[in-house]
Every structure is written in C-alpha cells, then in structure tokens.
C-alpha cells in the first residue's frame, strides 16, 4: 500500500456557534456532529453538583471549588465564567489541546465574552460562526410554538437576543439560518474547508517530499 | 414577503486552482462550476490571434499589443505575462471586479508567479488552492493513460511537476486529490464557506438592524 504514504495529518480546529434562543444552535450543531467524522463536544468544567443522568466527562467534569481556583491560577482555562455566587464554569485546556493534536475538531460552547478571551488565546486555531434568524419575529415563532417555555421566560430571551445577534458583527462567519438544510451545509463547509488549510496540515513539506520521490 | 428584507447580499472573490499536468485541474473547476451558482471562469487577455472556434469574450479577449500595453500602464491588469517573443497574456482587472461587485466569485487560471502578484493587490479577497496528487508515478499513470501526449511530453510535464508541487507549501489550501468526488467536495465547500466570511457580506450591520425591528 504505498498509498498510505500520502496520507494528510492534520490539527484540529476551534468551532463555536452563537445564536439567539430559537436561533437553531443545537440543531445546526446535531447536523455538524452527525454529517463529520472526527469532530466532537468540548466539555465544559463546573462547579455545581451532576443533576440526574448527567455524566462525568460526558456532561461536564464536575470539580471543586479549589480544583477551579487552580486551573485558573495554572492558566489551564481558555475562559471561565467566575461569580461569587453559584456555580462557576469553565472551558479547560487540556482535554481540547489533545483532541487537536490528535487531528480532532472541537466544537465549544461559549458566549461572546468567552470567544473574545479564546480568540485572544488561541487566534485563526478557532473560527466563531454566528447563526443570524431572519427576524425577531420568527425567532419569537419558533420559541412559542417549541411550547417549552413560559411567556416570562420568551420575553426574558427576546430581550437578550437582540444583544446576541448584534454581536453578530465580531464573528469570523455569519450564517443566515431562514432554512436549517442550507444552513446546516454552510456549517459543515467552514469545517471542511478548514481541514484543507495549508496551516493546518502536519508536515506538509515532509508530506511533498514523498509524493515527488514515489516515480 | 417579509423575508426579502433579509437578503443577505455579498462581495464574490476569487479561487485559484493549482496543480501540475494530469493533477485533476480541469475536472474540479468543471465539478465546481456545475455544482454551484453564482461562480464563473475569468476571461483573459492575449495578443494572439483567435484559433479555430474561439470566441471572443468566451475563451479570450483578444486584443493588440498596444492595447496591451495601454492596459499594463493603466494598472488595468492584475498580473500578465509579457514576454518579447510571441504572444502576451494577462488578467484584467474591470471584469473581474465588476463581477465580484454583483456578488459573483471568479476562478482565475494563473501559475504561481501570477498568484503573488494577484496575492499583493487583493489581499485575501483571492483563496488560492493546491491540488496535490498521490505520487508523480500516479501522475505520470495518468498522463499515459491519457493517451493525449507523446512521450517527450509527458517528460517534459513531469519535470515541471515537482516544482509545482513544491509549490504548494505556499498557497492558502492543499487538497490531496487522491479521490475526485471528496477533493470536489472539499473545493466546493472552500467557496461555500468563503461566502459567509463577515467580511464578504455586505451591509451587515443594515442587515442586522432589519432583522432586530422586525418584532
């Protein structure tokens, strides 16, 4: 087999998706991880206690209040979330660092403050993709007709999303998600394409000098 | 219909494919051009005459070796080949840019040299991709499978080959083209994922106020 010669080694990527509530996060993201090999979840660190069928590195890993303060003392936390009331969470380095050096894409779960601390870490390693929905209008649609949430709660998420798809303007790509199947295909294109990016390919120049000695 | 209000418009930019003789050039570019809208082949400029069946604004435009150099001297060409013997090639800018302006993406035919010169003036508006293939025995297979060539040739390729490769540590891209369908697949997703890059969208703050008011 002197195809395996050939073969690309890569390093993983960053992705994070933003959207408003009803904004279609969960689903692009669903379609990403169902469509693409090699991609999976970052796992988040908290320190609250597991609710009922949550799983230990699969949910969260759940630590304590100390292991928290030392992971952001060691810098091992891209970014936190650190109130002096309820529980913290953070975005810890290690487990991602692996996923990436194993050639893996990691997709994280973070706000806008914690794209701005990850992108000021870690630059083009992450690409922020912001879901924009056609209108306030339909955003509410959807929310109501989900038929999960009380009038409160709706009015309370209308009030942010117009702060979140504002923010929209700082990501590195904005998807207009008006039909989820198209969407869907833009997402997983950034993915793709970004395997294919010169910087990310592993010893490209030992890889070049194979395919022009193999005569 | 409210939904037009949303429109995303945006600014095309341009691809440039690169791959030696038999590196699978011509079926990608034919792959992308019939999968996706919105994108088309750059027309050059040259001092040739027409050859049988070529039409003027189609495979060329066909012009004198004054207008050529009108054309260089007003910066109207974003690179060109210009040597004192036989005949002259170059890029002109206004179609490309007009095209681009309609929100249209461009593939350009040129060689490395081309590619730095395009690369210093348009920044990264131009994404250039190198097709690598499995091996120079593959490639030569190819050519000779081709029947197209005599064998002095596809000598004569095959010495170019291996600086064309070496090439490819300095493009944008690097597609291992071992597989039509999955280097196709991963060309096109580099164009698809380029046209939600923030920069490429126009009016996006417009766009987000639209989508904001609409309550």
């Given at each position: 087999m002197t195809d395996?010669?050939?073969e690309m080694r890569r390093l993983?990527?960053?992705?994070i998706f933003a959207a408003p509530s009803g904004g279609g996060k969960s689903s692009i993201i669903k379609r990403v991880l169902g469509h693409l090999d090699n991609i999976q979840l970052s796992v988040s660190v908290t320190t609250r206690q597991p609710r009922d069928g949550e799983v230990e590195g699969k949910d969260y890993y759940f630590i304590s209040e100390e292991q928290f303060k030392k992971l952001i003392k060691d810098k091992q936390l891209y970014e936190y979330v650190d109130s002096d009331f309820g529980p913290k969470y953070g975005t810890p380095k290690a487990p991602?660092?692996?996923?990436?050096?194993?050639?893996?894409d990691v997709i994280l779960d973070l706000d806008y403050p914690g794209v701005q601390s990850l992108k000021a870490i870690a630059g083009d390693r992450v690409k922020a993709i912001a879901l924009l929905p056609p209108s306030i209008r339909v955003l509410k649609e959807r929310l109501v007709n989900r038929g999960t949430d009380?009038?409160?709660?709706?009015e309370r998420r209308m009030s942010m999303a117009e702060?979140?798809?504002?923010?929209?303007?700082?990501?590195?790509?904005?998807?207009?998600?008006?039909?989820?199947?198209?969407a869907a295909d833009e997402a997983i294109s950034i993915i793709k394409s970004t395997r294919v990016e010169r910087k990310n390919i592993?010893?490209?120049?030992?890889?070049?000098?194979?395919?022009?000695?193999?005569?």
């Open positions: 395996s010669k050939c993983g990527s960053m992705f991602v660092e692996e996923l990436l050096k194993q050639g893996k009380a009038d409160d709660v709706i702060k979140r798809i504002r923010e929209s303007q700082f990501y590195d790509y904005v998807i207009m998600n008006d039909d989820l199947d198209k592993c010893e490209l120049e030992e890889l070049i000098n194979q395919i022009v000695e193999d005569k």
